[in-house]
């Protein structure tokens, strides 16, 4: 197997997931500002020209870092990170669509619509951009107030996938300087937690 991947958000969650269950695949690192994944040799891995992929030993590439870190769990299931048992497997998923959704979203558009190298990508609209902020303002006091019972993880206090996915947040909040607000005690205590795990 071999792993194409990036310092950005998405291919952090596979390289998070690996390292929390102690893997190390051979990687291919390409650099997405440079525009490393919009050459031929990339789009024929991938169409979308995204990162992560994962290449397997007979030729198949997938991409989406949440199919891949399925597949790295199916066959790597020691340290379950995406369920222990059908109903744990369900709250996992139902957190990972979250994160996906509601937290990291707001910020994910947020990027599309004022970084230069996405310009090709979408139309670019600065007012929706910053409505962008403004609604993930208002998702980190939701996700705050999740975590009012003083879990850290957010599947039964346990580290699974959906913090990992979230970890995809945090990392475009520092890429565009928009902290979680210091006063969302709850949040910030999950992404301390995060922010230490193995793979940043
Ligand atoms: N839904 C995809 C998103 C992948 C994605 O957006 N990757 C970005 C890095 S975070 C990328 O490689 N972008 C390259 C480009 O736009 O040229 C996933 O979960 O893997």
């Known amino acids: 197997m071999n792993l194409f991947s990036a310092n950005a958000p998405h291919p952090l969650r596979v390289n998070i997931f690996l ?5 190390e695949l051979p990687t291919v690192w390409l650099d997405v500002l440079n525009g490393d994944t919009r050459t031929g040799e ?24 949440t199919a891949i870190c399925r597949y790295l ?18 709250k996992v998923e139902m957190w990972a669509r979250r994160m996906e ?5 707001p910020l994910g558009d947020f990027g599309l619509h004022t970084f230069p190298i996405f310009s090709e990508k979408v139309e670019q609209n600065p007012t929706y951009a910053e409505s962008c902020l403004r609604l993930q303002d208002k998702r980190w006091v939701w996700f705050d107030s999740e975590l009012a019972d003083g879990r850290t993880f957010v599947v ?3 580290l699974s996938y959906a913090d990992i996915a ?19 005690k709850n949040a910030n205590r999950w992404a301390d937690a995060v922010r230490g795990l193995k793979g940043w």
Do not use: W
């Open 19 to 23: 390292a929390e269950k102690g893997l």
């Open 42 to 65: 990339h789009l024929t891995r991938n169409s979308l020209g995204e990162t992560p992929v994962l290449e397997l030993d007979d030729g198949t590439f997938l991409s989406e870092s």
């Open 73 to 90: 769990e199916s066959i790597y299931p020691e340290r379950p990170l995406m369920g222990r048992n059908p109903l744990h497997a369900a």
């Open 101 to 105: 959704q509601q937290i990291c979203a």
């Open 156 to 158: 039964d206090n346990e």
């Open 166 to 184: 979230g970890a995809t947040a945090l990392m475009v909040s520092s890429f565009v300087d928009h902290p979680i607000p210091k006063g969302l």
